[in-house]
């Protein structure tokens, strides 16, 4: 069974970091591009970033330069550093699965970790 | 930049009648790279059809996906109580590589 396990949301304040993760199983990890997926009430869901199996990486324009995927295969763990962070980016984050082949869809997504940024 | 708008923003039906949810793209997408989610409040979305007519495991066929180019279409047959729920397009685009959702129909009992 194919799971997606995120951590690292929380408060924190204009300007600063955050970590988060996600923890994969019941898949081969190092075979897939996965994705970072937002929601926010007033905007929807909103595709963050992908990387892929082999360590491309994707990011939407609103976040370039200051959000950073990574992926650690030893360990099945899927990586977003965001940095100089913005009210903007409140939202819950979901890490998700993409397909394999050429037809591009999500497959699993895991439940989601909240993204908080107040003063 | 295709945007994805999905009409109606809202759709009130009552359980046993059919849903037909819209899907519109701003220009021509490739009918494989459009998918439809589900979400229920608190949830995560969960994928019911890629390449916009193929359903994914466990959907029920009472969901079906249909269209081509900019005009996409979600039909639900017979509404079940557990098909209310918020419902969303998503398609890829290679150039440059990203994905994009619409707004989201909302689909409540009536």
């Known amino acids: 069974e194919v799971q997606l396990l995120e951590s690292g949301g929380g408060l924190v304040q204009p300007g600063g970091s955050l970590r988060l993760s996600c923890a994969a199983s019941?898949?081969?990890?190092?075979?897939?591009?996965m994705t970072w997926v937002r929601q926010t009430p007033g905007k929807g869901l909103e595709w963050v970033s992908s990387i892929t199996s082999s360590g491309g990486t994707y990011y939407t324009d609103s976040v370039k330069g200051r959000f950073s995927i990574s992926r650690d295969n030893s360990k099945n763990t899927l990586h977003l550093q965001m940095d100089s962070l913005r009210d903007e980016d409140t939202a819950v984050y979901y890490c998700a699965k993409r397909s394999a082949g050429s037809v591009r869809y999500f497959d699993y997504w895991g439940q989601g970790t909240l993204v908080t940024v107040s003063s | 930049e295709i945007v994805l708008t999905q009409s109606p923003g809202t759709l009130s039906l009552s359980p046993g009648e059919r849903a037909t949810l819209s899907c519109r793209a701003s220009?021509?997408?490739?009918?494989?790279?459009l998918a439809w989610y589900q979400q229920k409040p608190g949830q995560a979305p969960r994928l019911l059809i890629y390449g916009a007519s193929s359903r994914a495991t466990d959907i029920p066929d009472r969901f079906s996906g249909s269209g081509s180019g900019t005009d996409f279409t979600l039909t639900i047959s017979r509404l079940e109580p557990e098909d209310f729920a918020v419902y969303y397009c998503?398609?890829?685009?290679?150039?440059?590589?990203?994905?994009?959702f619409g707004q989201g129909t909302n689909l409540q009992i009536k």
């Open positions: 998503q398609q890829y685009v290679s150039s440059p590589p990203g994905y994009t």
């Open positions: 220009q021509s997408v490739s009918s494989s790279s």
């Open positions: 019941g898949f081969t990890f190092s075979s897939y591009t």
